[in-house]
């Protein structure tokens, strides 16, 4: 259940970076949102400590449970659409247990990453025939059907990109991966055409006008495209060194509440500001060399289920951060997701920290280099 392993094997750097990251998160959450300062830091300590326990357990023995973390994650799924507390824009996302509130859609990530950990490496030598192929994609619709119909468009989206990329580190064919390609490209060009004619049904009004503000911002400049104007005004305007931490500058556009949610979706832009190019390249850099940590552990996991989760927690890391940043800078419409452990949010926070926890204990039982 518990691995035994040398203190030298021990992924040090891969914590550190995760830590660092979620403390560069809780100063700059206590600018945008000083009331939520504490309660993220208390997030960030109970993360860790989670970090390093999963990091102790035996991931073959914990994915064994494969089917109760799938029928578990399913049950989350739904009683959010039947009980669900609702936010904003009418979104229902958020469940209530026991007085925790939490968001099922966000541990759904880490839970899928598992699951399919060990689906994949039980039924691998079968893995590019239509059975096996069909049974993942039966298997991954309808947690990402439940997370659609929240709506939770950009974490749908998330979940699809971390398929693939599990599917990929399983070793599906190339063969397949271009036919589903061929077929996959035109088919999506189709349906967000289809999407963004009005009254369609496929996409709820603001999320069809966020796209459109994407497309036409000018149009939008006073509404949708408003934030991510303002966003890219306020990393601009940081310059290289910053305007500096907490400033009152009354040109600020953080100062000026011109950005909503700056503590979640548009943290990047709080760092811009306030530290500059500099804090905004120690950003990406910590993602970058997390992201590239996991990719390094997953080349030399012990079996296919270990490839799995350290590719899968890397490649979610990734593309989520590349997401996060480019809406913050409007080089992609806006889409609501988190910057990994630096955004406010203890869901997203915990379940990346477990993630990391899984690849850290990968990296304990990793093959010896000869």
Known sequence: MFVRFRIRDYDFKLAFMAVALAVIGVIAIGSAEE????KQLAGVVAGAFLMVIVSLFNYSWIIRLNWVIYGLNLVLLLAVQFSGDEGRLGAQRWLEIGGLRFQPSETAKILLILFFAQFIMKYREKLNTVKVTGSCLLLVAAPWYLIYKQPDLSTSIV????????MFAGGISWKL??????VAIPAVALIIS????????LLKDFQRNRILAFVNPEEYATEEAY???????AIGSGQLEGKGYKNNEITSVKNGNFISEAQTDFIFAVIGEEFGFKGTVLVVVLLMGISLECIAVARKAKDVAGTI???GVGGLIAFQSFFN???????LPNTGLP???ISYGLTSLMSLFMGIGFVINVRLQARKSK
Not at 159 to 166: A, E, L, N, Q, Y
Not at 177 to 182: E, G, H, N, R, Y
Not at 194 to 201: R, V
Not at 325 to 331: H, L, N, W
Request: hydrophobic share 65%.
């Open 35 to 38: 009331s939520l300062q504490n």
């Open 227 to 233: 934030q991510q104007l303002n966003s890219v005004m």
């Open 177 to 182: 991966i271009f036919s589903v390609l061929a």
């Open 194 to 201: 289809l999407a963004l004619q009005p009254d369609n049904g």
């Open 159 to 166: 979940v699809i990109v971390v398929f693939c990329i599990i």
């Open 325 to 331: 940043i480019g809406v913050a800078t409007f080089i």
């Open 309 to 311: 989760i350290a590719a």
């Open 339 to 341: 910057l990994p452990f």
